[in-house]
């Protein structure tokens, strides 16, 4: 037996098991010799109380908590809006408000029945900042066990074009039979008598009620707890079902009603009309829990810790430098534990080592869930499209669609070039004006988002010599120290993030090796607090390493951005610099009509993890300095917004996080639009360019 499988069976004997959720007492004291891990480690689908008690089955090890709270205290340092979030300005000021210091000081004081109800503590108080950079992910828990229904939710709005109300999607059947096959049986059977064996009539149907209360409660309640973006109207969306382009086809998202990160909700009881009936059907389905994707397998407690829980290959950064420096390299030619919960698909990780990124992480997994057939856009995409990046034209009109699931795509040159030619493609078919749905798009590499402005736009001020947003970083103490070693000589082979050789200034002039290139600092006072950043920084994509066209491509008039308000990361810095540079329009799909909605959200500058942070500062030897955060000895990811990202002419001072980004318009959906990426296109090219445009044209 390993050593942590010993250890892990040593602390077990010591475990009371009270299970907690929400902070209710949802079972009682077991014999100390059962094992409800054991119980269900040779199963596929459980329900959320048999995951939870596995999961609350292990206490608190002090040696292990006080660890997680350290890290994740001293990496704050290097996160740019630690004390901006503390009282977030106007338009947020009412939904951000989190002294993240201050409450892992609190959660240190805590005491917890279990591990898992730490965690939860430690998971939530990081949402409280909505920021999807700045999160605490554990692998021991988190999408660990998936919980589902088979009835994702959506809101439509109705026939006079003004009342909205939730309904169960009317692809709702379809999506949960194709994805959960045989456990569908499960829900059918549970079903009240009348409606047994009928789980397809519910598509479609009205929700009057969740758990007896108007839904819109929890839709907000949703709101409050789920985290990644500023704005409450996209926290509201993500309760409800969307699609996104992924990497190998068209995507589902099931959203936070019929979707849940943890297994603390048994039930739900849906009062619900069903289409063309009068009568009302009062209907209690319960969640089903299924073993997340990354997680590893078990067979009891020993073996669910050691595999789930210890950190592993790229938990923690190494010293590039050291006398293992070979394998060292080798260890950055592992994929991290972070990008499982990056919202992008898989990239080399050559190039995320070369090009920076901007990209959300999430406690879920990107999905994997196919969009049904019946919704996929029907046609051929053309020639030039490539994994996330699909072209497609409308049939006797001149629209065309960038349908873009993410800024990132496996191979990084590919998908410039693949950008560029698609956009060129389109052109080519007479097209002229362009509708780019970055629905559900987590961001990316943040200069695919300077390229794909600068080349629908052409060369003028606002795309060179940039295309993007000025930029700083945090300067504290640690990050000033790295910075002097590494102009000092510490990183003669150029491999760091904080090299100079790596940034230019604000004239985008770059930094020559050995500079000191955070010197003078920006001491900035952010809710009574000193916060010293880096002098102001400028671009580093240009020139792009590909020959951009000498002329626009389209005219910015003739431009329109869509959404469903998820846009985030190098997403959120296109859609900023075309929406506020350009004056191209911006579209949010779907969203209460009475709420503003924005058209992006977690903007950043770029974002990082802990590990790459580790690496910076063990690789210029001050892993010993008392402000430097020890290696994670628990399966852990912490994610940091590295790079805080300024806004333009009278708000150039200001960070763009914190800064309005309301959309031009707010497109209603309907039964018949919902979820239908080209049914949404066609109403967006009528409405937005005055043209009815008909079925998709096929590629050659």
Not at 41 to 60: F, H, M, N, Q
Request: proline share 6%; aromatic share 10%; hydrophobic share 35%.
């Amino acid at each position: 037996m390993k050593l942590t499988d010993l250890l892990s069976t040593k602390l077990w004997f010591y475990a009371t098991l009270v299970f907690t959720a929400h902070g209710k007492e949802l079972g009682a004291q077991r014999p100390l010799h059962t094992d409800p891990c054991a119980a269900i480690s040779e199963k596929k689908w459980v329900s959320p109380r048999e995951a939870r008690e596995c999961l609350s089955s292990y206490p608190v090890d002090p040696v292990v908590k006080a660890n997680i709270l350290e890290v994740a205290n001293k990496t704050l340092a290097f996160h740019t809006s630690t004390y901006y979030q503390i009282q977030a300005p106007p338009p947020f000021e009412g939904d951000i408000h989190e002294d993240l210091h201050r409450s892992i000081a609190r959660i240190s004081q805590e005491e917890y029945q279990s591990e898992f109800e730490f965690h939860l503590d430690l998971f939530r108080t990081f949402k409280r900042v909505n920021d999807g950079h700045c999160v605490v992910i554990n692998y021991c828990y988190d999408s660990l066990y998936i919980s589902y229904l088979p009835t994702p939710l959506v809101l439509l709005t109705e026939a006079d074009g003004q009342s909205q109300n939730v309904y169960i999607a009317p692809e709702a059947f379809q999506v949960a039979t194709a994805e959960f096959g045989s456990e569908m049986e499960h829900w059918q059977n549970v079903l009240p008598e009348h409606l047994r064996g009928q789980l397809e009539s519910l598509n479609g149907a009205r929700v009057l009620l969740i758990d007896g209360a108007d839904p819109w409660v929890a839709v907000n309640k949703n709101a409050e707890t789920t985290g990644s973006y500023q704005a409450f109207s996209t926290r509201q969306n993500s309760f409800f079902s969307s699609y996104s382009r992924g990497d190998k086809g068209w995507l589902y998202t099931m959203g936070n009603f019929a979707q849940q990160v943890h297994p603390l909700t048994d039930e739900v009881t849906l009062t619900i009309r069903r289409v063309n009936r009068r009568t009302i059907d009062v209907i209690t389905l319960p969640y089903r829990s299924r073993l997340g994707s990354f997680a590893k397998n078990f067979t009891d407690l020993p073996t669910f810790r050691s595999r789930n829980c210890i950190a592993k290959v790229g938990t923690n950064g190494v010293d590039l430098y050291s006398e293992l420096n070979s394998s060292s390299i080798d260890e950055l030619e592992v994929p991290k534990p972070v990008t499982a919960f990056q919202q992008q698909p898989p990239v080399t990780i050559e190039d995320a080592r070369r090009n920076p990124m901007n990209v959300i992480l999430d406690g879920a997994p990107l999905t994997n869930i196919e969009l049904p057939e019946t919704l996929t856009p029907s046609g051929t995409p053309l020639n030039s499209s490539y994994t996330v990046a699909q072209f497609y034209t409308l049939k006797g009109e001149d629209v065309g669609v960038l349908a873009l699931g993410s800024f990132s795509a496996r191979i990084f040159t590919l998908f410039q070039k693949s950008l560029l030619e698609g956009l060129q493609e389109l052109k080519e078919y007479g097209v002229r004006k362009l509708i780019v749905d970055v629905s559900n798009n987590g961001g990316g590499y943040i200069c695919i988002a300077h390229w794909l402005h600068r080349i629908i736009v052409g060369p003028k001020s606002t795309t060179e010599p940039q295309a993007g947003l000025d930029s700083a970083t945090r300067a504290g103490s640690l990050a000033q120290l790295i910075v002097k070693n590494i102009a000092a000589g510490g990183d003669p082979e150029e491999l760091l993030e904080y090299n100079p050789i790596q940034w230019s200034n604000a004239s985008h002039v770059k930094f020559a090796n050995g500079t000191d290139w955070m010197e003078p600092l920006d001491n900035r006072k952010v809710n009574g607090r000193e916060d010293p950043f880096s002098q102001r920084l400028g671009q580093e994509c240009q020139p792009f390493g590909m020959e951009p066209p000498a002329e626009p491509l389209f005219k910015p008039q003739d431009v329109v951005i869509i959404s469903n308000g998820r846009c985030a990361s190098s997403c959120a810095l296109f859609s900023i610099t075309m929406s506020k540079l350009e004056s191209v329009k911006t579209v949010v799909v779907g969203g209460k009509s009475d709420v503003p909605q924005q058209y992006c959200g977690t903007v950043g500058g770029q974002s990082t993890d802990f590990s790459t942070i580790d690496t910076e500062i063990k690789s210029t030897h001050l892993k010993n300095h008392t402000l430097a955060p020890p290696d994670l000895i628990a399966n852990v990811v912490q994610g940091i917004t590295w790079r805080l990202g300024f806004g333009f002419g009278q708000h150039s001072e200001e960070p763009e996080e914190w800064l309005d980004h309301p959309a031009d318009m707010n497109l209603p959906l309907t039964a018949e639009t919902v979820n239908n990426p080209m049914a949404i296109w066609e109403e967006v090219s009528e409405v937005v360019f005055g043209v009815t445009p008909q079925l998709l044209v096929q590629g050659y």
